[in-house]
């Protein structure tokens, strides 16, 4: 079971950026899938969750309206589309999904299983 995160890179403020996290070994379309971050010095966060439809996703406050979480089940694959990107945002960027089995909180990290090994987002002022 893998998740290969990829998309990242060098963004000035106010550009924009798309992740996408394919995965491979096992189909996610039951998962709930998940993007986190983890700037230098900071433990890892949410950032945006979406269900196994499509159905209904999450934000972090501070990216809502920003960015946009997005899956296509026949790809097996979750994107992120980061907006109006500011330099607060600069982090290693982490897909994630679930086990498909679980119902408590998308925010929650404890609930997902399989990671990706992060991609890099760093915008500069």
């Known amino acids: 079971v893998q998740l290969q995160a990829s998309g990242g890179g060098l963004v000035q403020a106010g550009g924009s950026l798309r992740l996408s996290c394919a995965a491979s070994g096992r189909t996610f379309s039951s998962s709930v899938m998940g993007w986190f971050r983890q700037a230098p010095g900071k433990e890892r966060g949410f950032v945006a969750a979406i269900s196994w439809s499509g159905g209904s996703t999450y934000y972090l406050d501070s990216v809502k309206g920003r960015f946009t979480v997005s899956r296509d089940n026949a790809k097996n694959t979750v994107y992120l589309q980061m907006n109006s990107l500011k330099p607060e945002d600069t982090a290693v960027y982490y897909c994630?999904?679930?086990?498909?089995?679980?119902?408590?909180?998308?925010?929650?990290?404890?609930?997902?299983?399989?990671w990706g090994q992060g991609t890099l987002v760093t915008v500069s002022s």
């Open positions: 994630a999904a679930d086990a498909g089995d679980y119902s408590g909180s998308y925010y929650y990290i404890g609930r997902y299983e399989y």
